[in-house]
Structure formats: structure tokens, C-alpha cells
């Protein structure tokens, strides 16, 4: 008789991500509204994102085998979250919570700059627990992506990895409950420009981004900067900085998602770091050109044009001397 407590046979992926996915609604709106105000807007279309989910697809686009693995709702959200991963190659391990929304985010896009302001809302069900995950989803991938939330689960799904020899990413934007003991096991934390700050107390990314290497060991640790490109702090090779590149942003929604998704595809190439900050701030910049949180993913070929374009923004003056775009040769 079968041992029932044996867990299935499961394919190797190079990717696995535990975190966000989210059903979007993104609003085009010629200016964005004053208080008390009522504004016109220009379109409103339906769409999926969150953090790893969106991570994961480019990903997958990008030739990678992937899973994701994540809670939604009973609800027409979380089936259009289970075709739109399977439709881009992503193996969803989605675990389906009865009579529940599926996280909702309203996504406000100021027309004349792509930028953009999140309504969002998440049922406290649909938070990930340890005991929900299995090792095998974990321990068949070459790396692990996280974003922050779920910590309790994250922290567990980064420890399968830490035992297997998996190196584990992470995208944070906030400091929710847990997180000191996820941050133990990430070897690359590339954050938002906010979260050092909050997480260290310090002001200068120049010695919080050190100080949190320190604190928790990681290998890599950087921050996004939006317009101005990402930074990043190694131990071996100190500061490194990339500017981001000049295009015609439509919405600036998921870039930092797809810089985490261009981010992983690098590390599993081998690339050096300046080459995949590079690549990472190549593949964000070409998504802002577009609507929706993976509305831009584009092609390798087309990410690489780009990079030969050598079309950056201005460096921002206080990291202009960690400039290592010239270097990617």
C-alpha cells in the first residue's frame, strides 16, 4: 500500500515564488484628482498583477520554468489569476479560500506622467500559512522569489530553500509582522526606495543598505529608486549603480515587479551584477511603456536593444560616481 503521507512527484522549476497576485483595475485619468473634486477618467481595464505573480510571468517569458505559489478567492478574480499564470507558462499552486474576494487593487494612472496611486485590498484569509506549503514546491526550484508579505510562510519557504542550497530574492515595500525572520535567509533583498528606511531608522540608502547586509547577512542588498535607477550594495563589490533608461512612460505600475522578475533571469544566467542591474532597469523601463502591471514585458532581444541604446536618464547626482552602466562589456 502507498505511504499517503509521501508528497506527489513534482517537476523541477528554475523559479518558485510565494507571494502576492492580484486582479487589477487600472483607471486612466487625464490629471489626477484634487480632494472633493470629480474628474473624467479616460479608461478603465481589467488586469492581473501583484508582486511575485508578475515576477513570475516575465519570468516565464522569458524561457524560465516556473512556479507560483499563492492563495485567491473563490471568485471570478481567482480564476482569471489561474489562466493568465497558465497561459504564460507559470505553474500555479494556488490554494482557493471558500467564499472569499481575491486581493483587488484600483489603480489611479496620472496620464501625463504614468504615474500612478493604489487603492488595494486584501481579505485577512487570503494570508499564506506554513503549514499550507509543501517542501517539494520549494526544494525542486534553482531559486526562490518572495515579496514581503506572509512572512511566517515566506520565512518557512526560505528556509526549505536555505537547506537545499536555493537562493532565495526578495522584493519588500513595507515592514509587516515577521519580517525580521525572513530577512535571515534572503541572499538578494532589492527593496523599495522607502524600506531601508524604515527598516534601519537611517535616512542615507549609502548606510542602510550596508547595514542591513550586516544585520542579516544577506549577499546583495539594493533599492529601486524609480525614476533614478537601483542601487545596490555587495560585499565583495561595494556600491553598485545603474540610472534608469529614457523612455515614454504610460504607467508605471509592476515596474518593480518585472525589475525583480529581469533581476532573477540574470542571476540564473551567471551575468555579473552590473550586468543584471543593467538588464533589470532595461526590462522595468520597457514595461512602464505600456498598461497594466505586465502589460510591457517585452522580449529579450528587445530589453537588450535597449541596453545598446546606452539611452539612460541623467544619473542621479548623489550615486553618479557608482554609474556601472558603462561597464556591462
Known amino acids: 500500500m502507498p505511504d499517503m503521507h509521501q508528497p506527489d512527484p513534482i517537476e523541477a522549476v528554475d523559479v518558485v515564488g510565494v507571494g502576492l497576485n492580484a486582479t487589477d483595475t487600472i483607471i486612466r485619468l487625464p490629471h489626477f484628482p484634487a480632494f472633493n473634486s470629480k474628474v473624467q477618467f479616460l479608461s478603465a481595464e ?3 498583477g501583484g ?64 504615474e500612478r496611486t493604489i487603492l488595494w485590498r486584501r481579505d485577512d484569509r487570503l494570508a499564506l ?45 513595507n515592514l509587516y509582522p515577521h519580517i525580521e525572520e525572513l530577512l535571515g535567509y534572503v541572499d538578494y533583498l532589492v527593496a523599495s526606495h522607502e524600506f531601508p528606511v524604515r527598516l534601519t531608522g537611517e535616512t542615507d540608502l ?26 545596490l550594495w555587495s560585499g ?13 512612460a504610460r504607467d508605471t505600475t509592476g515596474a518593480g515587479d518585472i525589475f525583480h522578475g529581469a533581476f532573477l533571469y540574470g542571476l540564473l544566467a551567471n551575468w555579473p551584477l552590473p550586468r543584471i542591474l543593467d538588464f533589470s532597469c532595461a526590462a522595468a523601463g520597457l514595461n512602464c511603456t505600456e498598461l497594466g502591471a505586465r502589460g510591457g514585458i517585452k522580449p529579450l532581444a528587445e ?17 553618479a560616481r557608482y554609474n556601472i552602466h558603462r561597464a556591462r562589456a
Not at 489569476?81 to 507558462?89: N, P, S
Not at 500555479?92 to 496620464?111: G, N, W
Not at 526562490?144 to 508579505?149: A, Q, S
Not at 537588450?304 to 547626482?317: D, G, I, Q, S
Open 46 to 48: 481589467l488586469s492581473a
Open 51 to 114: 508582486q511575485t505573480a508578475s515576477a513570475l510571468v516575465a519570468c516565464a517569458l522569458w524561457g524560465l520554468r516556473t512556479r507560483y505559489v499563492g492563495k485567491v478567492g473563490n471568485d471570478a478574480a481567482g480564476q482569471m489569476q489561474r489562466a493568465q499564470l497558465a497561459a504564460a507558462g507559470v505553474d500555479p499552486r494556488l490554494i482557493v479560500v471558500p467564499r472569499c474576494a481575491s486581493q483587488q487593487a484600483f489603480i489611479l494612472v496620472d496620464e501625463p506622467s504614468g
Open 129 to 173: 500559512r506554513p503549514e499550507e506549503l509543501e517542501r517539494n514546491w520549494i526544494a525542486s526550484a534553482r531559486a526562490l522569489h518572495v515579496d514581503g508579505h506572509d512572512n511566517l510562510a515566506a520565512a518557512q519557504a526560505a528556509r526549505w530553500a536555505r537547506e537545499s542550497g536555493i537562493p532565495v530574492t526578495a522584493d519588500m515595500d
Open 206 to 231: 549609502l548606510k542602510a543598505l550596508p547595514a542591513i547586509a550586516q544585520r542579516h547577512g544577506g549577499l546583495v542588498v539594493g533599492a529601486t529608486l524609480g525614476r533614478d535607477g537601483a542601487l
Open 236 to 248: 565583495k563589490q561595494g556600491f553598485l549603480y545603474a540610472p534608469a533608461y529614457r523612455v515614454e
Open 303 to 319: 530589453i537588450e536593444a535597449l541596453m545598446n541604446t546606452r539611452r539612460h536618464a541623467k544619473a542621479h547626482a548623489s550615486f
